[in-house]
């Protein structure tokens, strides 16, 4: 009999909200095999499509393994390989020159291509800010969902994922599970085993709205109408909890008030839905008491995204769901671990700090970045951008704006990659980085309540470096000096937690290596009894913080900035809103080039409903061009009632170089940003369709 195969741990490092614990099976030095572990209770033993192929992405043949310099024109994509020495020679001159002369011209730009704490944003923050380069606001993704959380609930707080089970009724809002957050859905369908009721809120037939019981499909951009509508009729037909909202929410009064206004008759009008559907959603809602909310982040790409988060948030509250462990709001955990961003990042290295700090950038907002010529506004013009874990050619909005930036021959370029993206093709410096298979990490998670530890389990592939090496290696050629920034990858993992923390009572880094994750020590209904972390300790449903600074106290429906309400003569020319959510088979842009999971999506698509279908003369399986005033992709068009009317959606992040016509659905979307935490407005966006 065979011995049992040895395997190593590992954690998913991507960003997805089920962080899943990996067993690693090597073989001669190579990863033959990653499975889910079997141990793990967030993971059950079960990874998605994609990631069970990370193998292939780990050993693929075009993973960059060496240094390479550029010797073709920007964009273009031609490199030749040179050493290590070298490239950080490069590096540190360039860098070195500008940083003596104008920090502030030197951009960081990175995202979640791993989520880890190390090779995330701990030596690389450390280098940026010592050199007293510009600070990048990483607000992408989540920051509108991530501020309507804060201001309501104090942090990024929620429910337990393993509870769903246990509930009633689930309300997946603004989320597409089966192609997100997989280990939630297999805890709906348990749920719905057990004779729960699933809700999908969605203007898009999604792969999970179409196997839950109802589909409601609102237009987009107006959940925070629903939720007031929903608010409107607990509070007439007196479905409310006044003991919990006496003894733990603050501003009851004033909310009513503001909900009142929201009548189901004006929230149909406003969500393009039925009046009855609202009257009827806030019934079920408010007499179930295991009733749970699963947000994600879908809804709140959008003008009013972060109202619109409070809103929901704030359901919960005023029916005494949080009483019950399997009633309450799910959109992200995170704000559980007690992550200690201070000594990771060292923000304390900042020349001027803490007062006088340097300008942020916002993310959403690089392609404006790249083309200003700078002003005393602005502050000096962008001179180089330092790319790590961000593919912002393919991802970032208004691409075509992006990748004009990139494009300027006086700008100086480092990527570090794993492959040559879209962004790659961009570089001056291109420079391999290793997978999480090949570095050491410290995880939490925001769809769980687990923290990890990832150990490398085969060597860096060819001469790829972690991050955080690559950074040492420039700093040391630069000659800079700072203890931080040479720490190695175990000591910053080290001080990734405040491990102090009740949370983590029994828990250290040693023991986190071994045992591979811990639990973190929450109460299973950890709002039961209020402990908000507001300023008042209560659910804030008003909000002095935000009255303070000028703004709505109070949550509100924000018509979409590119809307029939919002904007109507730019509707008139462009009558379609376009949504451009995950492909179950990528994740955002990684993914595109393993050719298993490309081929699986096929060709990029947009889906369109029959009524907008044929007055454009567009037939299932045309193709067809999606434009506005920003730019135009082409699609195939598949024509279906998945689409409400009037809405378009091309499921994304194409990588735009393996798309037919060289771009993805950024080419239209804006750099517009939200109402609360300057978050991205992808799904903010009107556009018109031809047929091509
Ligand atoms: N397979 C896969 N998994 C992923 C990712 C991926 O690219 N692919 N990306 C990861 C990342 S970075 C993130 S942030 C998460 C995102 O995970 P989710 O937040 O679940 O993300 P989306 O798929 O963007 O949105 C979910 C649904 O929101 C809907 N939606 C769009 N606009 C609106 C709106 O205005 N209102 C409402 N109610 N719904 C709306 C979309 O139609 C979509 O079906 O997933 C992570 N997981
Ligand atoms: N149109 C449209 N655009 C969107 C979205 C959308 O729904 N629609 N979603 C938005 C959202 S939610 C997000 S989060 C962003 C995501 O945007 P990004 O954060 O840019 O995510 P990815 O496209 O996955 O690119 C991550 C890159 O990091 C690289 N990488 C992974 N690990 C490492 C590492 O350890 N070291 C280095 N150096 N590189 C590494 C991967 O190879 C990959 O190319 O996109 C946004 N853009
Ligand atoms: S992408 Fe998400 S579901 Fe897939 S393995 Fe990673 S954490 Fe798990
Ligand atoms: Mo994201």
């Keep these: 009999m065979n011995a049992p195969a040895e395997f190593a741990r590992a954690v998913c490092p991507h960003d997805c909200p089920d962080t899943c614990a990996m067993r ?44 390479m310099k550029r010797v073709g024109r920007k964009g273009e994509g031609r490199f030749e390989p040179i050493s290590w020495e070298e490239a950080c020679a490069i590096a540190a001159g360039r860098l070195g020159e500008i940083a003596q002369r104008t920090p502030e011209a030197i951009v960081p730009y990175s995202y979640a291509g791993t989520m880890g704490l190390v090779q995330g944003e701990s030596i690389a923050q450390r280098f940026f800010h010592k050199l007293g380069a510009s600070r990048l606001d990483r607000t992408i993704c989540a920051a509108a969902g991530a501020a309507g959380l804060r201001y309501t609930y104090g942090a990024p707080l929620g429910m337990h994922t393993e509870f769903f089970v246990e509930s009633e009724v689930i309300l997946i809002w603004g989320a597409n599970p089966i192609a997100s957050n997989l280990h939630f859905w297999t805890r709906a369908q348990e749920a719905r085993r057990n004779g729960a009721r699933l809700i999908a809120i969605d203007p898009y037939r999604s792969l999970t709205a179409e196997k839950c019981h109802q589909h409601i499909a609102l237009k987009p951009g107006t959940d925070g109408a629903l939720a007031l509508g929903m608010m409107h009729v607990l509070i007439v037909e007196d479905r409310l909890d006044h003991d919990y909202i006496a003894t733990h929410t603050h501003g009851y009064e004033a909310l009513k008030a503001r909900a009142l206004s929201y009548t189901p008759a004006r929230v149909a009008q406003i969500c393009g839905i039925d009046e009855q559907v609202v009257i009827d959603l806030a019934r079920l809602y408010g007499s179930t008491r295991k009733a749970a909310i699963r947000m994600n982040y879908g809804l709140q790409r959008v003008r009013g995204g ?25 959109l992200s955990s995170s704000g559980w671990a007690p992550a200690d961003a201070n000594a990771l990042q060292r923000p304390d290295l900042m020349p001027g700090w803490p007062k006088r700090l340097p300008r942020v ?11 200003h010529a700078g002003d005393a506004a602005f502050g000096p013009k ?29 700008l100086f370029t480092i ?49 790829a470096r972690p991050n955080t090496e690559i950074f040492r290696m420039i700093a040391r050629k630069m000659g800079l000096t700072e203890p931080a920034l040479f720490e190695s990858d175990d000591e910053v993992a080290a ?15 040693e023991s986190l290596k071994s045992s591979g994750w811990a639990k973190l020590k929450i109460a299973d209904a950890p709002f039961a009894n209020g402990g908000f972390r507001t300023p008042s300790g209560k659910c804030e449903f008003y909000s002095d913080v935000l009255e303070r600074a000028g703004l709505d106290p109070l949550p509100d429906y924000l018509p979409p900035y590119e809307s029939a309400d919002g904007a109507p003569e730019l509707a008139a020319r462009y009558p379609l809103a376009m949504i451009s959510p995950p492909a179950r088979n990528f994740l ?29 003369g567009i037939g299932d399986g045309d193709p067809i061009r999606v434009f506005n005033d920003r730019g135009t992709m082409r699609a195939r068009a598949r024509v279906s009632e998945r689409a409400r009317e009037g809405l378009v959606v091309g499921l994304s992040i194409w990588w735009k170089k393996l798309a037919p016509d060289g771009r993805n659905a950024n080419e239209v979307t804006s750099q517009a940003l939200t109402d609360l935490g300057g978050s991205a407005t992808f799904y903010d966006c009107l556009v018109e369709v031809e047929r091509a």
């Excluded at 972060?306 to 799910?330: M, S």
């Excluded at 999971?597 to 007055?615: K, S």
């Design 361 to 371: 950038i916002n993310m959403n907002q690089i392609g404006d970045a790249l083309t």
């Design 382 to 410: 962008v001179e180089a951008i330092v790319v790590y874990n961000s593919n912002p050619v393919a991802v970032a909005p208004d691409s075509g704006k992006v990748a004009a930036g990139f494009a300027r021959e006086d």
């Design 306 to 330: 972060g109202n619109a988060v409070r809103a929901i948030a704030c359901l919960p509250a005023l029916t005494g769901a949080w009483r019950e462990r399997a009633g309450g709001v799910l």
């Design 588 to 616: 955002n842009s990684t993914f595109v080039n393993v050719e298993s999971l490309r081929a699986t999506e096929g060709e990029p698509h947009v889906d369109l409903n029959p009524a907008d279908a044929a007055p454009r």
């Design 495 to 509: 001080q990734a937690f405040h491990w102090d923390d009740p949370a983590l009572a029994g828990t250290d880094w």
């Design 415 to 463: 990527v570090l990659e794993q492959f040559q993206t879209d962004t790659a093709d961009y570089a001056d410096l291109l420079l391999p980085a290793t997978t999480q298979l090949e570095h050491l990490d410290v995880h939490k998670s925001y769809g769980h309540t687990h923290v990890m530890a990832n150990l490398p389990a085969i060597a860096p592939v060819g001469e």
């Design 24 to 67: 690693v099976t090597v073989e001669n030095g190579r990863a033959i095999k990653v499975t889910g572990d079997p141990d793990h209770p967030p993971t059950q033993g079960v990874l998605c499509t994609k990631v069970s192929r990370y193998a292939e992405r780990v050993h693929h043949p075009k993973r960059l393994t060496q240094p």
